[in-house]
C-alpha cells in the first residue's frame, strides 16, 4: 500500500524531493489547504481563524502563491501524501482541507481527517 511504501520509505522520498519538514509552533494540531488548480480566495476568509498550525500544499502546476494566502507554504513539487504522513507523525490531529486530492484515498492515519471544500469556482 501507499501507506506502508511511504512508512519504508520516507527518509529518501523526502531527499528525492528534497522535502524539509514545515516548523511547528508547538501546537498539537495543524490544518493543511490543498489548493486544486486555483487557490480558493473564500476558503481562506476562515482558514486563518483555525486554531494550531497553518500549512499551504499548492497544486504541483502552481509556480507562484498569491499575497492573499497566509500559512506556511510546502513546496508544490512534494507530494501531498508525504506532507500529511510527516505532520501526522508529529501533530497528534491533522486537518486536510481539500477539492478532492486522491490523497484521500492512500493516507489512513486515525489523526488525520480529510474535509473536502465545496467552491463554485474550484470545486
Not at 524539509?20 to 473564500?42: D, I, K, M, Q, T
Not at 501531498?80 to 490531529?93: A, F, G, K, P
Amino acid at each position: 500500500t501507499v501507506m506502508a511504501y511511504l512508512d519504508r520509505h520516507s527518509s529518501e522520498l523526502a531527499r528525492v524531493f528534497s522535502y524539509r519538514a514545515p516548523e511547528s509552533s508547538g501546537a498539537n494540531n495543524c490544518h493543511v489547504y490543498l489548493s486544486s488548480w486555483r487557490f480558493s480566495r473564500r476558503f481562506f476568509e476562515d482558514f486563518g481563524s483555525a486554531a494550531g498550525d497553518l500549512f499551504v500544499k499548492p497544486h504541483p502546476h502552481i509556480r507562484s502563491v498569491p499575497e492573499w494566502i497566509y500559512g506556511t507554504i510546502v513546496s508544490a513539487t512534494v507530494p501531498s501524501e508525504l506532507v500529511i504522513n510527516d505532520l501526522s507523525s508529529r501533530y497528534s490531529s491533522v486537518n486536510v482541507y481539500h477539492h478532492g486530492s486522491s490523497s484521500e484515498f492512500y493516507i489512513r492515519r486515525k489523526n488525520v481527517n480529510f474535509v473536502k471544500i465545496f467552491d463554485a469556482k474550484n470545486g
